[in-house]
């Protein structure tokens, strides 16, 4: 068991000495494991005292940071620290006032971030350890994906009064498209715009953690007053705590004291409310009761976009063919899209290439491999005629009966945004169409999904099992 040690307990200072050598070692072994924002938002934050007995002593600057660092990673820094030396058996964190944690350093807009909070320590602290500084609405590309999520996302961030049709306000989508960059947007403006406001950002597994810590430690009410005197609660990732009971019921509580005192609540999720299983009735009917947003998977456009708007960001010349390529070939999400540019750029900087269109699918060849083995026009036409009960030769067919002409064109949708073919292409694998039948089916399925619940579900659970 970990010990912690009060402030300014002193620390043996002469076996210090050789541990403050090893621990630059372990945290790259750290960084390496945990990757880089959670390197930064935690582990960077530890500075290494020295050692007592076969404790390593650390310092960080708030009890906050020494919580989470305790509970997530304590088992991992000992193991890491006992392939250098393993007499060491625990680790003790003190919490030093003085010392100030670095800023994170992700991104370009660090600068201007660190410079327009002017909050208090403890909280200006909060803000830089849980909120990616290049989260932000600039950094945001809207398309017809995820506009209606990117306005409802801004009119939130800047309504002076807490609107009741906006409260609360869910976002749902896949995975790596956006919910978390939107939340972090709309955490920072609220808080440039008027600091002010209470602003908490938790991710829903964090909430959980607190919350069972908080029953096991007796301090339910600061952990009640921490999150039900905020102005803005945002929970990301609400379905982790699906089937956690009393969680979930501290949660409807906290849901409903905010909201009926006009505090505006944003929560995301992987699927939308009413989908959301072994959540309670009371909660998901709740949740759907102020503005649900949701965003679908990229279109080409969007997903050309944003890598144009990421490599100006960085200031960084990279010939459009090959932005093209990439928007065309990974489409999965935007994760995924940013890693591939992320990894060419990385790659070819090393090696002092310029990036070309060869060099880029050279160096993504793995990546892109797996991308096509998993999404091919024929996939599409087998999952969706499997799902609706159909044969696959329906999909070739010109059969016009609803049952079979909206799957058909379902089955087009998914064709065009989840592979790279052309309009026209996709026209000739479905029994030689036209390429403005595809068009029409694309365009069709577009506004479905907007207004019908039950075509949207439909796609998205086809996403999901074609992209695994
Ligand atoms: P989610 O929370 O939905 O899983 P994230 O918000 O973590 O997804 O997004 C994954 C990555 O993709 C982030 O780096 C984010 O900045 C980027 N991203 C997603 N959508 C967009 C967009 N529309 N414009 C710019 N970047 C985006
Ligand atoms: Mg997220």
């Given at each position: 068991?970990?010990?912690?040690?009060?402030?300014?307990?002193?620390?043996?200072?002469?076996?210090?000495?050789?541990?403050?050598?090893?621990?630059?070692?372990?945290?790259?072994?750290?960084?390496?494991?945990?990757?880089?924002?959670?390197?930064?938002?935690?582990?960077?934050?530890?500075?290494c005292d020295g050692c007592t007995n076969s404790a390593i002593t650390f310092s960080v600057p708030t009890r906050f940071i020494r919580d989470w660092v305790l509970t997530h990673f304590e088992k991992k820094i000992i193991r890491s620290w006992q392939k250098h030396n393993n007499h060491i058996k625990k680790i003790s964190i003190t919490i030093s006032k003085t010392?100030?944690?670095?800023?994170?350093?992700?991104?370009?807009?660090?600068?201007?971030?660190?410079?327009?909070?002017?909050?208090?320590?403890?909280?200006?602290?909060?803000?830089?350890?849980?909120?990616?500084?290049?989260?932000?609405?600039?950094?945001?590309?809207?398309?017809?994906?995820?506009?209606?999520?990117?306005?409802?996302?801004?009119?939130?961030?800047?309504?002076?009064?807490?609107?009741?049709?906006?409260?609360?306000?869910?976002?749902?989508?896949?995975?790596?498209?956006?919910?978390?960059?939107?939340?972090?947007?709309?955490?920072?403006?609220?808080?440039?715009?008027?600091?002010?406001?209470?602003?908490?950002?938790?991710?829903?597994?964090?909430?959980?953690?607190?919350?069972?810590?908080?029953?096991?430690?007796?301090?339910?009410?600061?952990?009640?007053?921490?999150?039900?005197?905020?102005?803005?609660?945002?929970?990301?990732?609400?379905?982790?705590?699906?089937?956690?009971?009393?969680?979930?019921?501290?949660?409807?509580?906290?849901?409903?004291?905010?909201?009926?005192?006009?505090?505006?609540?944003?929560?995301?999720?992987?699927?939308?409310?009413?989908?959301?299983?072994?959540?309670?009735?009371?909660?998901?009917?709740?949740?759907?009761?102020?503005?649900?947003?949701?965003?679908?998977?990229?279109?080409?456009?969007?997903?050309?976009?944003?890598?144009?708007?990421?490599?100006?960001?960085?200031?960084?010349?990279?010939?459009?063919?090959?932005?093209?390529?990439?928007?065309?070939?990974?489409?999965?999400?935007?994760?995924?899209?940013?890693?591939?540019?992320?990894?060419?750029?990385?790659?070819?900087?090393?090696?002092?290439?310029?990036?070309?269109?060869?060099?880029?699918?050279?160096?993504?060849?793995?990546?892109?491999?797996?991308?096509?083995?998993?999404?091919?026009?024929?996939?599409?036409?087998?999952?969706?005629?499997?799902?609706?009960?159909?044969?696959?030769?329906?999909?070739?067919?010109?059969?016009?009966?609803?049952?079979?002409?909206?799957?058909?064109?379902?089955?087009?949708?998914?064709?065009?945004?989840?592979?790279?073919?052309?309009?026209?292409?996709?026209?000739?694998?479905?029994?030689?169409?036209?390429?403005?039948?595809?068009?029409?089916?694309?365009?069709?399925?577009?506004?479905?999904?907007?207004?019908?619940?039950?075509?949207?579900?439909?796609?998205?659970?086809?996403?999901?099992?074609?992209?695994?």
């Open positions: 068991m970990t010990s912690l040690v009060k402030d300014n307990i002193p620390v043996n200072s002469s076996e210090g000495t050789s541990e403050q050598m090893i621990w630059p070692i372990v945290k790259e072994d750290l960084r390496h494991e945990f990757g880089e924002d959670t390197y930064k938002s935690w582990i960077s934050k530890l500075e010392k100030k944690s670095s800023p994170v350093e992700t991104g370009h807009n660090v600068q201007h971030r660190n410079k327009s909070i002017d909050m208090d320590d403890e909280k200006s602290q909060f803000f830089q350890s849980s909120l990616e500084s290049r989260y932000v609405f600039e950094s945001f590309v809207a398309g017809p994906s995820n506009e209606f999520a990117y306005a409802a996302a801004r009119a939130v961030s800047e309504a002076k009064k807490v609107q009741p049709g906006s409260n609360p306000l869910f976002l749902y989508g896949g995975v790596g498209l956006g919910k978390t960059h939107l939340m972090h947007a709309i955490a920072w403006h609220i808080q440039e715009n008027n600091s002010k406001r209470k602003v908490v950002y938790i991710s829903a597994e964090k909430f959980m953690y607190q919350f069972i810590k908080a029953l096991r430690t007796n301090e339910m009410m600061q952990f009640k007053e921490k999150y039900r005197s905020a102005d803005v609660l945002m929970v990301d990732d609400i379905q982790f705590i699906c089937g956690k009971d009393s969680t979930q019921e501290e949660f409807f509580h906290t849901l409903n004291t905010l909201i009926d005192n006009n505090r505006q609540v944003v929560i995301s999720g992987d699927r939308s409310p009413s989908d959301l299983q072994n959540m309670e009735e009371r909660i998901k009917s709740r949740l759907g009761w102020g503005l649900v947003a949701d965003i679908h998977n990229t279109t080409y456009e969007l997903r050309l976009g944003i890598l144009q708007s990421k490599v100006e960001r960085i200031g960084i010349e990279v010939p459009n063919q090959v932005l093209e390529f990439l928007a065309a070939k990974i489409t999965s999400n935007v994760r995924e899209l940013e890693g591939a540019l992320n990894k060419v750029i990385a790659h070819t900087n090393l090696t002092k290439q310029e990036v070309t269109l060869a060099n880029t699918q050279d160096i993504l060849r793995d990546l892109l491999r797996s991308n096509e083995k998993n999404i091919t026009v024929e996939e599409v036409q087998k999952k969706v005629a499997e799902r609706h009960n159909l044969k696959v030769s329906d999909m070739y067919s010109s059969k016009r009966s609803r049952n079979i002409a909206r799957p058909r064109q379902i089955a087009m949708y998914l064709s065009k945004t989840l592979t790279s073919h052309s309009l026209a292409d996709i026209g000739k694998k479905f029994g030689g169409k036209d390429h403005t039948t595809v068009m029409h089916a694309v365009k069709k399925i577009e506004t479905l999904l907007k207004e019908n619940n039950e075509v949207a579900e439909d796609v998205r659970l086809l996403i999901k099992v074609l992209q695994c």
